[in-house]
């Protein structure tokens, strides 16, 4: 008996609408649940790039004021009447 993978077999065979916005332009576009996923995991993957980088230049700024971990919890911790262990 051959067994089969639905879900694979659902996922490539069928299509779905997808919009797609660039600069104001929107279009609607068929593509694969397959070609979705991946195309959400890069679009992801850029996002998280991006925000690291603005990350890493915001720590480089010494005008930056950092806090402890203990400074951020200490009001919760006092305001929730809790302990909050990492």
């Known amino acids: 008996m051959h067994e089969t993978n639905i879900r694979e077999d659902f996922t490539e065979q069928y299509t779905a609408p997808v919009i797609v916005s660039n600069d104001g332009e929107t ?3 068929s593509m ?9 995991e ?5 996002y998280i790039t991006q925000e690291l980088k603005k990350s890493e230049a915001l720590s480089a700024d010494p005008t930056v004021k950092r806090y402890t971990h203990d400074e951020v919890m200490t009001p919760y911790r006092e305001k929730y009447g809790y302990e909050y262990d990492v």
């Open 32 to 40: 694969s649940l397959v070609d979705y996923s991946l195309c959400r």
């Open 27 to 29: 279009v609607t576009v």
């Open 42 to 46: 890069f679009l992801n993957q850029q």
